[in-house]
């Protein structure tokens, strides 16, 4: 349903498409479940959010891959294993885009 939108849909929408009689509170745990998985994008609507379906798979990917490196508290350990395990074409396509992407500014 919300690839089907047109844009990001907010809980109140998405509760009307769904089923008008599910609680509020449910549609945004889902909502916001979907979101910490990477299924969904939100992006601030008033005072809350709307959400987008992320239609990208590896943007899915991505964010599942930065979660994992997150949740662990030795990042430095799990990035050597990573690149220690990269394929020398993985490695060099990374070098590259590493690069090639401007620091994003604090």
């Given at each position: ?6 844009g990001p ?11 008008p ?6 549609v945004?745990?889902v ?5 910490d998985?990477?299924?969904?994008t ?6 809350g959010y709307?959400y987008q379906?992320?239609?990208?798979r590896?943007?899915?990917v ?26 020398p074409?993985?490695e060099?396509?990374?070098?590259a885009?590493?690069?090639r992407t ?5």
């Amino acid at each position: 349903m919300l690839a089907a939108a047109e844009g990001p849909l907010a809980p109140a929408a998405v509760r009307e498409r769904l089923d008008p009689g599910l609680a509020y509170n449910t549609v945004t745990t889902v909502l916001g479940r979907l979101h910490d998985k990477g299924r969904v994008t939100r992006v601030s609507a008033g005072r809350g959010y709307a959400y987008q379906a992320v239609r990208d798979r590896a943007q899915v990917v991505a964010h599942q891959m930065r979660r994992l490196l997150d949740d662990d508290a030795d990042r430095s350990a799990v990035l050597t294993r990573f690149v220690g395990a990269l394929t020398p074409e993985d490695e060099a396509l990374l070098v590259a885009l590493l690069q090639r992407t401007e620091p994003e500014p604090s």
